[in-house]
């Protein structure tokens, strides 16, 4: 089955810097890549996604790359701000025929005013 | 719109008791699923529901485990007896379809097993 590893488990930033989540993912097949959004105490909530068959999605003040040879997407958020705080899951999906989501371990990102 | 609805959201009972979760879908999903989050580690596929129907419980860890979507409406996730590794928060998700996307997740049952 599909395998989806988060990197870094825990990310520090200040206001206005950039955060860049990464994952990679084992079944070639995956086809649909989407990223989660965790606020403290609330349910997960899709923020972006990304099929195979483009490179990159932006959306404001937040992306997502895929680079399928590599089988690695990455998650950018530009300009952060206090309210971006959160833990960020990447899922893989679309291997093997399987349309259900494979989740990574989850990024912690903190920003500081 | 009503979204996933869960409950209880925090569930602590001693090992050897039974917890029974629920979980209220958006109405029309036809797609149910369960997952469960054990502290900092992945969101781990449990299973998965089309209406009433199992279509995967792949991911259920073992016979203690048993869930149910009676009437393809909400569906319950029931330990029995559980487990101290059994601790963790429980997510349920909806979706309309198979293909289309974005699943529609519940806050969250979190259960501890002392």
């Known amino acids: 089955g599909e395998n989806v590893e988060q990197h870094p488990s825990t990310l520090s930033v200040q206001e206005g810097d950039s955060a860049v989540i990464k994952c990679t993912y084992s079944?070639?097949?995956?086809?649909?890549f989407p990223w989660y959004k965790q606020e403290l105490g609330k349910r997960p909530q899709l923020i972006i996604d990304?099929?195979?068959?483009?490179g990159e999605k932006k959306d404001q003040r937040i992306a997502v790359t895929l680079n399928k040879t590599a089988k690695h997407f990455s998650l950018h958020i530009t300009e952060t701000q206090p309210e971006d705080s959160a833990v960020y899951f990447c899922?893989?999906?679309?291997?093997?025929?399987?349309?259900?989501?494979?989740f990574g371990r989850g990024t912690s990102l903190i920003v500081h005013p | 719109e009503a979204g996933v609805t869960q409950f209880p959201s925090h569930s602590v009972i001693e090992k050897g008791q039974t917890v029974t979760l629920r979980c209220d879908p958006i109405?029309?999903?036809?797609?149910l699923y369960w997952y469960r989050r054990v502290m900092g580690k992945e969101i781990k596929f449990l299973l998965h529901?089309?209406?009433?129907?199992?279509?995967?419980e792949s991911g259920m860890p073992n016979n203690r485990f048993l869930a149910e979507r009676t009437g393809g409406t909400y569906s319950t996730l029931k330990v029995q007896p559980a487990e101290l590794e059994d601790s963790g928060v429980y997510f349920c998700?909806?979706?309309?379809?198979?293909?289309?996307?974005?699943?529609?997740f519940g806050e969250g049952s979190r259960l501890t097993v002392l």
């Open positions: 998700a909806s979706s309309p379809g198979l293909n289309t996307g974005e699943l529609f």
């Open positions: 079944d070639s097949a995956s086809n649909y």
């Open positions: 990304i099929r195979s068959n483009v």
């Open positions: 899922a893989a999906s679309g291997g093997g025929g399987s349309y259900i989501p494979t």
């Open positions: 109405s029309g999903h036809d797609n």
């Open positions: 529901f089309v209406k009433e129907s199992k279509q995967d």
